[in-house]
Every structure is written in C-alpha cells, then in structure tokens.
C-alpha cells in the first residue's frame, strides 16, 4: 500500500470532479450563440469582474449587469440565468461512488471549489450534494479563491484534518500542484476509472 496512513477525509473540486464545470468557456461560448452576444466582448468583460464574483463580493444580477445587461437585450435576466444554469449536469458515477466510499470507510468529504454563489447554491441543491459533503469550502463563501494556497490551509482548519490524512481529487494541474506543495497528497482527476485506480493505491478500494 502506497501509504501507512489511513486517509479520513477527500477533498473535492465540484466542476470537473462531481459536475460538469459551472461557467467555462465551452458554456460561454455556448451561450453567447444562443442569445446571439459577441463572444469576445464577453470574455473581455467575464474576465475583468469573475473573479469578484467568485470570492463573493458581487451578485449574480451585478456581475451579469457588468457582462451582458450592460445595455439593453431582447431577453431577461431570469431567462440568461436559467439558461446558464442549465448547462450544469452531474457526474452520476463519481457522485455515486464518494458516496459509496464515504459510508464504506466513514471519510469526511469536503469541497473545495472556486463557485459563485448562486450558481454554487444552485448546483448544490440540485443535485443534492449536501446530502454527500460535510463541508462547503466554497470561494463565494470564504472569500478565498484557488489558486490561493490559504483556502486548502482553511478547509484542512474547517474539516480538522492533517494533510497526511487527505486525498484531493481536482481537474486542474496547477492546483493540485498548490495542493502537494502544501503536503496534501493530490490526484489529478481525468475520469472516474483513473481515479478510482489512483485511489486504490491509498487504500481506499
């Protein structure tokens, strides 16, 4: 066995991991086809106020006015939103799977995730994932966002855990990097095969 630590708790990233990611930009794009928008003109604007949405110190409505309803459209706000929430689907065998292993080995599961708010509680409610997860280190809640290494450092305070009793499963390289380079063994999720394999080798089968 890789480890002689038994692991008691896994760290999760929500979009990439459990769900489809929430606003990338395949949905942008996507959206911006739908509603007819001008692609680059959104990315310039998503990019210059997403991140204050993200750590939680605007609104949906306020980053949305910044991005699209910053002149007048021939749709509404509540349809641009439905839509954008649409696009989020589940990862029925990961979900599935924690689960399994949460009840199998008593693991505390926490996630750790860059999310606004209302696309946050959104995806959450929906797919009952506080049903799974013990813990929401979300950014819109803590005002901390990855790639900020303090926002592992308070999710290891929330859950009361050593790094040596974690595993992190996350889809982008850089922060599983952030993550190690904290002590906290880190897998760097690709499918559900991988990292069930990845997983076996901590013991957790």
């Known amino acids: 066995m890789a480890d002689a630590i038994p692991v008691t708790c896994l760290f999760l990233d929500i979009g990439g991991v459990l769900l489809t990611n929430g606003w990338d930009a395949p949905i942008r ?8 928008l001008d692609l680059a003109e959104l990315e310039d604007r998503h990019h210059l106020t997403f991140d204050t949405y993200e750590e939680g110190k605007i609104t949906l409505e ?5 991005v699209v309803f910053y002149q007048k459209r021939p749709f509404t706000l509540a349809q641009f939103q439905e839509f954008m929430f649409a696009q989020s689907k ?3 065998r990961m979900i599935e799977w924690v689960r399994t292993l949460k009840a199998e080995y008593g693991l505390k599961i926490v996630v750790v995730s860059n999310e606004g708010r209302e696309l946050n509680a959104h995806r959450i409610r929906g797919f009952n994932l506080d049903t799974l997860v013990d813990s929401f280190v979300s950014s819109c809640f803590v005002h901390l966002r990855k790639p900020d290494a303090d926002i592992f450092r308070l999710a290891l305070d929330i859950a009361q855990v050593r790094t040596d009793q974690v595993i992190y499963i996350e889809n982008t390289p850089m ?3 952030i993550a190690e380079g904290l002590g906290i063994r880190s897998i760097l999720h690709t499918d ?14």
């Open 90 to 92: 589940p990862y029925p």
């Open 192 to 205: 559900h095969e991988n990292t069930r394999s990845k997983l076996a080798s901590f013991g957790l089968t």
């Open 175 to 177: 922060f599983v990097r």
């Open 29 to 36: 794009q996507r959206t911006a086809s739908h509603f007819q």
């Open 62 to 66: 306020e980053y949305l006015g910044r």
